[in-house]
């Protein structure tokens, strides 16, 4: 780990206008993958920007009838919050799916969707890896290469690379927006489906924020019902990125949203296929897979995803 | 002492107070208190303590041609930079295959190739990260084990041959022949390999370390350096888990020991987690070919098993044969085990070296041939029992209650009302299944050595034994308290030390039988000295009292300290017989009918390892390796780069062990079968026994549950899911 | 014994090549998105104060150090474990303000005004806590070393259930969530004991929440 220096954060835009005037800086709030990170020197910031007191830790209402989720909201507030557990169950779900006990009382709402990628050579500084190292390789798909847990679509030649975040997952199919405040103090609100970037040559680049640019909330629109379910197939029952993971929400009238974990570089849900629900898994998965290049060894997740999918239908 | 013939009717051990009694663990408290000091945690034994922080080769095997360390030297708090280009190639000791540290061949991934020595943890892994190394990569090498496996199939003398085995095929009533894969594995054991080593001044190194065989450790120390053992003291009190992770000298020692030679300070590291799975050893893949040939009746009339896995060259690989001469009888039998010479980091041992990864297959493959003869897999186990050697049918097993534990598990387990029909019970969304395995163990031993020193009514026993969570300090003390008449509140262990007399060390499931025998046999030569100093002959000792004759007294009113030193020989007689242990598990899992995912419901082992010591820490050790197989059996795999001769999921994300989840209710019984030919106490190890034939319990239960027959471990959900039903 | 013999590290003479070295290493470079030349543009280390265990503590550290090197190298408190480093293993896990974390995975320079629970603070071997009583009663462990973490993320967990968080086992979100096997195995997931005590903790959690309920 590189030496850093480390300041706490009082204001939302002052620390957005101090992260872009400081060169390598960045934000810290959890740290449970920045610090892993750092520890490897995967992120090798030198100045750190301790956001913890910003007071963005409270869940509230919108407007609109639904949810703003303050972008310090840990894994653990935001999964047992009774409003999200009624209205939301699937985002309870999901995160409950996620890491361990003591990484959700830790992990903060925006700090998940900044999680960098579990591909084991993205985590060995000994390998080239496109997202580590610009235009040094991509491991997993040279020959040889281990990408059993890696994507199937959305990749590039550069990267396979997924997004590991379960909690994304379940934002997505719920439509969620990703608040932020801007280095110049301007509020953006970008859609979740446009937040994580998909690799094609600069795998490096993973989110539409600019730089200096902090997450501080993600709303939630009005409760959509229906029946919310989300299962993770994994190998082990516990503490385990997902193979693939399934977000559900089916209405009553067979109609609804699916959304794929482990298999993208994003949260991976498309309109086109959410209009299929009615058809059943196989018209769904025909429409959101469309276009997947797996390898050989990752090739079982498109029928993982189909079945999951069909089992999650068929329980109702 | 020597053990010379079998114990007899024994009164001391077979009408135990002590010994055989459910007792808690002695060293408990400090732990679940988390005082007991580990090997990075001893900051109370030598003042002025510095940091190191390894680096490993980026590459699998090739030259280092330069390596630049000008700017880790000169980063803040850093004493020392040595790097492998810096010394001559240290010197390996017997059982170590790569060497550990010096030169500039590249043996294998994250060898060790530079030490940086520190005034902080975060100094020292600041400044590794500032090394530049230019490497001079060797040629792409083969990595492809199935086709090594083609290549030797066949060639060379088999290890045991029995009978013409071609012959008992050709007449076969049913025959299975398959092919099974084992991936490579990992320890994982909870503490990393760690040191504290103090080198100052090139004269005394005492090392506080994390290693399960302490005077093999100062030996290597020794010939690493080349220096006289005497000169190295080795502590390792307490160890965080081993599984033979931590049988030999590693990375953290030598270079914990360089690094304070070169700084003149006593310097602590442990290697990073990430490190581990390249830099230190693992257990190999095995490539696994089983024939098996029976009669109408279900008797095998031949087995045929041919193997290979890898090493560098110079080691021993795994040995998936090593049950297969033993275990089954057999008219005939054909036995090959290869090792390919592969550019991979060092295999070696891990728990049940062999027998692990053998019944992982040889398991499948009866429960294949039950299948194939329309017979029931435990009864087709029991028609193949023998109470001799199969590939020496001169030599008896000294114990061997097989059948009685297929039998008492089966009905435990409720065995007979399973559906025998493949895919044919479901639960919900899931397919459930049950399966069965035998379960076989070499009951090796080791020469064993303790010091029994009385004062006062209080024991102090020494030995260089080690207690890697196996029970070591308790059932030591029980022995001691045993023999000596003593409650075990007068009785205080003291192990890992080399400067107390060398024991079995912890290994080969042969630590509990041996180390107990040479505490054994140090109190019995404590009795002898007080039976001397009191003139009397043959005395009693009971309830803290020595009597004898018209002598009745206190322990605790002998004048004095008196002390004994002895060890546990093992005469010749034994091997007039086959010692080995036994088991059956039985399991039942369920199968996620939509995605494959497999989740153990139950389990049940049954045990015939001799006399039970103590069935506190037994019974740990049992569900522990049973926990262990449900890993081996569903997740784990050291995952090949075959391009980059290097294992690709090196951390504790990336390779799954069982987690609490994964684990259910699980069920040991203990035959408590006694062994006079194995040991004084009559007793054999359990520790490893317990994973022996685990994972094929899983494997078959799979089986059952779907119709999908895995061959190819771990069985993982891709590998079950094409041949799950329509939803 | 025969007379100590001066070890020397047998050194090789400078290798010629070893001046020409910047010529570069290819993919061997350690890293790098960022800039070697980048300086930190403030201090690198920093002042904290927290309690641990109720005693106030101040320390001035590398803003690098972990809560877990600061209580294990710098307060000498080693009852919390390092098994991984990087929040894969759950050893490391202690009490901030009462909630179970990785402290691997934290900065104790922003630890400042927390109170810091580890296994020291909540009992000793002569006057075990009742969890600590019960991993001793139950052998919920063999090598001791992902213990501490054990009983401390087995006491918090209590407490989660207690406040409602549910898990990834419970099946109503809305109703009040039992203490099963299930729930309990569920939640200690992110503990993990490579010697497979699991069946015994389990037995030793269970007996403490009965005993609580």
């Given at each position: 780990?590189?030496?850093?220096?480390?300041?706490?954060?009082?204001?939302p835009a002052?620390?957005?206008?101090?992260?872009?005037?400081?060169?390598?800086?960045?934000?810290?709030?959890?740290?449970?993958?920045?610090?892993?990170?750092?520890?490897l020197?995967?992120?090798?910031?030198?100045?750190?920007?301790?956001?913890?007191?910003?007071?963005?830790?409270?869940?509230?209402?919108?407007?609109?009838?639904?949810?703003?989720i303050?972008?310090?909201?840990?894994?653990?507030?935001?999964?047992?919050?009774?409003?999200?557990?009624?209205?939301?169950?699937v985002?309870?779900?999901?995160?409950?799916?996620?890491?361990?006990?003591?990484?959700?009382?830790?992990?903060?709402?925006?700090?998940?969707?900044?999680?960098?990628?579990?591909?084991?050579?993205?985590?060995?500084?000994?390998?080239?890896?496109?997202?580590?190292?610009?235009?040094?390789?991509?491991?997993?798909?040279?020959?040889?290469?281990?990408?059993?847990?890696?994507?199937?679509?959305?990749?590039?030649?550069?990267?396979?690379?997924?997004?590991?975040?379960?909690?994304?997952?379940?934002?997505?199919?719920?439509?969620?927006?990703?608040?932020?405040?801007?280095?110049?103090?301007?509020?953006?609100?970008?859609?979740?489906?446009?937040?994580?970037?998909?690799?094609?040559?600069?795998?490096?680049?993973?989110?539409?924020?600019?730089?200096?640019?902090?997450?501080?909330?993600?709303?939630?629109?009005?409760?959509?019902?229906?029946?919310?379910?989300?299962?993770?197939?994994?190998?082990?029952?516990?503490?385990?990125?997902?193979l693939?993971?399934?977000?559900?929400?089916?209405?009553?009238?067979?109609?609804?949203?699916?959304?794929?974990?482990?298999?993208?570089?994003?949260?991976?849900?498309?309109?086109?296929?959410?209009?299929?629900?009615?058809?059943?898994?196989?018209?769904?998965?025909?429409?959101?897979?469309?276009?997947?290049?797996?390898?050989?060894?990752?090739?079982?997740?498109?029928?993982?995803?189909?079945?999951?999918?069909?089992?999650?239908?068929?329980?109702? | 002492?020597?053990?010379?013939?079998?114990?007899?009717?024994?009164?001391?051990?077979?009408?135990?107070?002590?010994?055989?009694?459910?007792?808690?663990?002695?060293?408990?408290?400090?732990?679940?208190?988390?005082?007991?000091?580990?090997?990075?945690?001893?900051?109370?034994?030598?003042?002025?303590?510095?940091?190191?922080?390894?680096?490993?080769?980026?590459?699998?095997?090739?030259?280092?041609?330069?390596?630049?360390?000008?700017?880790?030297?000169?980063?803040?708090?850093?004493?020392?930079?040595v790097?492998?280009?810096?010394?001559?190639?240290?010197?390996?000791?017997?059982?170590?295959?790569?060497?550990?540290?010096?030169?500039?061949?590249?043996?294998h991934?994250?060898?060790?190739?530079?030490?940086?020595?520190?005034?902080?943890?975060?100094?020292?892994?600041?400044?590794?990260?500032?090394?530049?190394?230019?490497?001079?990569?060797?040629?792409?090498?083969?990595?492809?084990?199935?086709?090594?496996?083609?290549?030797?199939?066949?060639?060379?003398?088999?290890?045991?041959?029995?009978?013409?085995?071609?012959?008992?095929?050709?007449?076969?009533?049913?025959?299975?022949?398959?092919?099974?894969?084992?991936?490579?594995?990992?320890?994982?054991?909870?503490?990393?390999?760690?040191?504290?080593?103090?080198?100052?001044?090139?004269?005394?190194?005492?090392?506080?370390?994390?290693?399960?065989m302490?005077?093999?450790?100062?030996?290597?120390?020794?010939?690493?350096?080349?220096?006289?053992?005497?000169?190295?003291?080795?502590?390792?009190?307490?160890?965080?888990g081993?599984?033979?992770?931590?049988?030999?000298?590693?990375?953290?020692?030598?270079?914990?020991?360089i690094?304070?030679?070169?700084?003149?300070?006593?310097?602590?590291?442990?290697?990073?987690?990430?490190?581990?799975?390249?830099?230190?050893?693992?257990?190999?893949?095995?490539?696994?070919?089983?024939?098996?040939?029976?009669?109408?009746?279900?008797?095998l009339k031949?087995?045929?098993?041919?193997?290979?896995?890898?090493?560098?060259?110079?080691?021993?690989?795994?040995?998936?044969?090593?049950?297969?001469?033993?275990?089954?009888?057999?008219e005939?039998?054909?036995?090959?085990?290869?090792?390919?010479?592969?550019?991979?980091?060092?295999?070696?041992?891990?728990?049940?070296?062999?027998?692990?990864?053998?019944?992982?297959?040889?398991?499948?493959?009866?429960?294949?041939?039950?299948?194939?003869?329309?017979?029931?897999?435990?009864?087709?186990?029991?028609?193949?029992?023998?109470?001799?050697?199969?590939s020496?049918?001169?030599?008896?097993?000294?114990?061997?209650?097989?059948?009685?534990?297929?039998?008492?598990?089966?009905?435990?387990f409720?065995?007979?009302?399973?559906?025998?029909?493949?895919?044919?019970?479901?639960?919900?969304?899931?397919?459930?299944?049950?399966?069965?395995?035998?379960?076989?163990?070499?009951?090796?031993?080791?020469?064993?050595?303790?010091?029994?020193?009385?004062?006062?009514?209080?024991?102090?026993?020494?030995?260089?034994?080690t207690?890697?969570?196996?029970?070591?300090?308790?059932?030591?003390?029980?022995?001691?308290?045993?023999?000596?008449?003593?409650?075990?509140?007068a009785?205080?262990?003291?192990?890992?030390?080399?400067?107390?007399?060398?024991?079995?060390?912890?290994?080969?499931?042969f630590?509990?039988?041996?180390?107990?025998?040479?505490?054994?046999?140090?109190?019995?030569?404590?009795?002898?000295?007080?039976?001397?100093?009191?003139?009397?002959?043959?005395?009693?000792?009971?309830d803290?009292?020595?009597?004898?004759?018209?002598?009745?007294m206190?322990?605790?009113?002998?004048?004095?300290?008196?002390?004994?030193?002895?060890?546990?020989?093992?005469?010749?007689?034994?091997?007039?017989?086959?010692?080995?242990?036994?088991?059956?598990?039985?399991?039942?899992?369920?199968?996620?009918?939509?995605?494959g995912?497999?989740?153990?419901?139950?389990?049940?082992?049954?045990?015939?390892?001799?006399?039970?010591?103590?069935?506190?820490?037994?019974?740990?050790?049992?569900i522990?390796?049973?926990?262990?197989?449900?890993?081996?059996?569903?997740?784990?795999?050291?995952?090949?780069?075959?391009?980059?001769?290097?294992?690709?999921?090196?951390?504790?994300?990336?390779?799954?062990?069982a987690?609490?989840?994964?684990?259910?209710?699980?069920?040991?019984?203990?035959?408590?079968?006694?062994?006079?030919?194995?040991?004084?106490?009559?007793?054999?190890?359990?520790?490893?026994?317990?994973?022996?034939?685990?994972?094929?319990?899983?494997?078959?239960?799979?089986?059952?549950?779907?119709?999908?027959?895995?061959?190819d471990y771990?069985?993982?959900?891709?590998?079950?899911?094409?041949?799950?039903?329509?939803? | 014994?025969?007379?100590?013999?001066?070890?020397?590290?047998?050194?090789?003479?400078?290798?010629?090549?070893?001046?020409?070295?910047?010529?570069?290493?290819?993919?061997?470079?350690?890293?790098?998105?960022?800039?070697?030349?980048?300086?930190?543009?403030?201090?690198?280390?920093?002042?904290?104060?927290?309690?641990?265990?109720g005693?106030?503590?101040?320390?001035?550290?590398?803003?690098?150090?972990?809560?877990?090197?600061?209580?294990?190298?710098?307060?000498?408190?080693?009852?919390?474990?390092?098994?991984?480093?990087?929040?894969?293993?759950?050893?490391?896990?202690?009490?901030?303000?009462?909630?179970?974390?990785?402290?691997?995975?934290?900065?104790?320079?922003?630890?400042?005004?927390?109170?810091?629970?580890?296994?020291?603070?909540?009992?000793?071997?002569?006057?075990?806590?009742?969890?600590?009583?019960?991993?001793?009663?139950?052998?919920?462990?063999?090598?001791?070393?992902?213990?501490?973490?054990?009983?401390?993320?087995?006491?918090?967990?209590?407490?989660?259930?207690?406040?409602?968080?549910?898990?990834?086992?419970?099946?109503?979100?809305?109703?009040?969530?039992?203490?099963t096997?299930?729930?309990?195995?569920?939640?200690?997931?992110?503990?993990?004991?490579?010697?497979?005590?699991?069946?015994?903790?389990?037995?030793?959690?269970?007996?403490?929440?009965e005993?609580?309920?």
């Amino acid at each position: 780990m590189r030496s850093f220096s480390y300041e706490k954060a009082t204001d939302p835009a002052a620390a957005a206008a101090r992260a872009a005037e400081v060169e390598g800086a960045k934000f810290v709030a959890g740290g449970t993958n920045l610090l892993d990170l750092m520890k490897l020197e995967i992120e090798t910031p030198v100045h750190l920007i301790d956001v913890n007191g910003l007071g963005l830790d409270r869940i509230g209402e919108t407007e609109e009838g639904g949810l703003r989720i303050g972008t310090l909201v840990s894994n653990t507030a935001l999964m047992a919050d009774a409003r999200v557990r009624r209205d939301y169950p699937v985002l309870t779900r999901a995160i409950a799916a996620g890491a361990s006990g003591q990484l959700r009382n830790k992990a903060t709402t925006g700090g998940n969707l900044l999680q960098r990628t579990r591909c084991p050579y993205f985590y060995d500084t000994a390998q080239p890896c496109n997202k580590r190292v610009p235009g040094s390789g991509c491991s997993a798909l040279a020959e040889g290469g281990f990408s059993r847990q890696l994507g199937i679509i959305g990749t590039s030649d550069s990267c396979i690379a997924t997004h590991p975040s379960d909690m994304a997952v379940a934002m997505r199919v719920l439509d969620a927006t990703v608040e932020t405040v801007t280095p110049a103090g301007m509020t953006r609100r970008i859609p979740l489906g446009e937040f994580h970037l998909l690799p094609g040559d600069t795998p490096e680049r993973e989110t539409a924020l600019m730089p200096g640019e902090l997450i501080t909330a993600v709303t939630l629109p009005a409760p959509v019902g229906g029946v919310q379910r989300y299962h993770k197939a994994r190998d082990r029952a516990s503490y385990a990125f997902a193979l693939v993971s399934v977000a559900l929400i089916r209405q009553p009238d067979g109609s609804g949203r699916v959304a794929l974990g482990g298999v993208a570089p994003r949260p991976w849900r498309s309109a086109e296929a959410d209009a299929e629900l009615p058809d059943g898994a196989h018209a769904v998965m025909a429409r959101l897979l469309d276009g997947a290049r797996p390898t050989e060894e990752n090739a079982f997740k498109i029928t993982l995803a189909e079945r999951t999918l069909a089992a999650m239908l068929a329980e109702e | 002492m020597e053990f010379n013939q079998p114990a007899g009717e024994n009164t001391l051990f077979d009408g135990g107070r002590v010994v055989g009694k459910p007792h808690r663990r002695v060293e408990g408290p400090l732990k679940v208190a988390g005082v007991a000091p580990y090997a990075y945690e001893r900051h109370d034994v030598v003042a002025g303590q510095l940091y190191g922080y390894p680096l490993g080769a980026g590459i699998a095997h090739g030259r280092i041609r330069s390596i630049d360390a000008g700017a880790a030297r000169a980063a803040p708090g850093v004493r020392a930079v040595v790097t492998a280009l810096d010394i001559e190639p240290l010197d390996i000791w017997d059982y170590n295959v790569a060497r550990l540290f010096g030169g500039d061949v590249v043996e294998h991934y994250h060898q060790a190739i530079a030490v940086v020595v520190a005034e902080s943890f975060e100094q020292a892994r600041a400044a590794a990260a500032l090394i530049e190394v230019d490497y001079a990569p060797g040629d792409p090498a083969d990595y492809d084990l199935d086709a090594a496996f083609r290549r030797l199939e066949g060639t060379g003398e088999p290890g045991t041959l029995v009978g013409d085995v071609e012959a008992a095929f050709r007449d076969a009533a049913a025959v299975v022949d398959q092919m099974y894969h084992t991936p490579s594995q990992s320890h994982m054991m909870m503490e990393p390999h760690a040191s504290v080593v103090d080198w100052s001044d090139g004269g005394e190194m005492t090392v506080w370390t994390s290693n399960q065989m302490i005077a093999w450790n100062r030996q290597a120390l020794a010939t690493t350096f080349g220096i006289d053992p005497e000169r190295i003291r080795v502590e390792s009190p307490y160890v965080g888990g081993g599984f033979g992770g931590k049988l030999w000298l590693r990375a953290d020692a030598v270079l914990a020991a360089i690094g304070s030679r070169e700084v003149g300070a006593p310097v602590k590291l442990a290697l990073p987690r990430p490190f581990m799975m390249n830099n230190t050893t693992h257990r190999s893949a095995t490539v696994q070919r089983i024939r098996l040939a029976a009669g109408p009746d279900g008797k095998l009339k031949g087995i045929w098993h041919e193997a290979a896995s890898h090493s560098l060259p110079g080691g021993r690989g795994e040995n998936p044969t090593a049950q297969t001469p033993f275990f089954y009888g057999t008219e005939t039998m054909r036995v090959q085990n290869h090792v390919v010479d592969m550019k991979l980091p060092e295999s070696s041992d891990m728990r049940a070296p062999g027998e692990a990864s053998g019944l992982m297959a040889l398991e499948i493959a009866m429960d294949e041939m039950a299948e194939a003869l329309g017979m029931d897999p435990v009864r087709f186990r029991i028609v193949n029992d023998t109470q001799v050697n199969p590939s020496n049918p001169e030599q008896p097993f000294s114990e061997r209650h097989f059948v009685e534990c297929l039998e008492r598990g089966a009905e435990a387990f409720g065995w007979e009302t399973r559906n025998t029909t493949p895919g044919g019970t479901r639960d919900g969304q899931w397919l459930v299944g049950h399966g069965v395995a035998g379960a076989f163990r070499g009951a090796l031993l080791m020469p064993s050595g303790a010091r029994a020193v009385l004062e006062g009514g209080r024991l102090v026993v020494e030995t260089d034994m080690t207690d890697i969570g196996t029970g070591s300090y308790t059932i030591l003390g029980q022995t001691a308290a045993e023999v000596m008449g003593l409650p075990m509140e007068a009785v205080e262990m003291r192990l890992a030390n080399s400067a107390f007399p060398v024991s079995s060390g912890s290994g080969g499931q042969f630590g509990a039988a041996s180390s107990t025998a040479g505490v054994y046999a140090a109190c019995m030569a404590l009795r002898e000295r007080i039976a001397g100093h009191l003139g009397v002959e043959d005395p009693e000792f009971r309830d803290g009292r020595v009597i004898a004759g018209n002598t009745n007294m206190a322990l605790a009113e002998l004048e004095g300290q008196i002390e004994a030193v002895d060890s546990m020989e093992w005469g010749d007689f034994q091997s007039r017989y086959q010692m080995s242990t036994f088991g059956a598990h039985f399991v039942e899992v369920g199968v996620h009918a939509a995605t494959g995912e497999v989740r153990v419901r139950r389990m049940l082992a049954v045990v015939d390892s001799g006399r039970i010591l103590n069935p506190v820490t037994a019974r740990s050790q049992l569900i522990g390796a049973m926990t262990m197989g449900v890993g081996a059996a569903l997740s784990e795999e050291m995952a090949l780069d075959t391009a980059k001769g290097m294992f690709a999921n090196h951390d504790l994300a990336g390779y799954e062990v069982a987690v609490h989840a994964d684990i259910p209710e699980q069920e040991v019984i203990f035959l408590d079968t006694l062994d006079g030919v194995a040991s004084p106490l009559k007793a054999k190890g359990v520790g490893e026994l317990g994973l022996c034939g685990v994972a094929a319990a899983l494997a078959n239960a799979v089986y059952n549950a779907t119709g999908v027959r895995v061959r190819d471990y771990p069985v993982t959900l891709d590998k079950i899911i094409g041949g799950l039903p329509a939803i | 014994m025969s007379p100590p013999i001066e070890f020397e590290l047998r050194r090789r003479t400078l290798l010629a090549s070893v001046a020409a070295v910047a010529a570069g290493s290819g993919m061997a470079g350690r890293g790098q998105a960022q800039d070697r030349a980048a300086t930190p543009p403030g201090a690198s280390t920093g002042t904290v104060r927290f309690t641990v265990n109720g005693e106030a503590r101040e320390l001035t550290l590398d803003n690098r150090t972990t809560l877990l090197d600061a209580l294990r190298e710098h307060l000498r408190l080693t009852g919390t474990k390092k098994g991984c480093d990087h929040g894969q293993c759950g050893a490391c896990t202690c009490t901030v303000n009462g909630e179970r974390i990785n402290s691997c995975l934290s900065l104790a320079v922003a630890h400042e005004g927390d109170e810091i629970e580890t296994i020291e603070g909540i009992g000793t071997p002569d006057a075990p806590d009742p969890m600590q009583a019960a991993f001793l009663a139950h052998d919920g462990f063999q090598c001791g070393y992902c213990t501490p973490g054990q009983i401390q993320s087995g006491r918090a967990m209590l407490e989660e259930i207690r406040a409602g968080v549910p898990s990834h086992v419970t099946g109503d979100l809305t109703a009040t969530i039992a203490v099963t096997d299930a729930e309990i195995r569920e939640r200690m997931s992110g503990n993990i004991c490579r010697c497979g005590a699991y069946a015994n903790i389990l037995a030793a959690i269970t007996e403490v929440a009965e005993e609580q309920a």
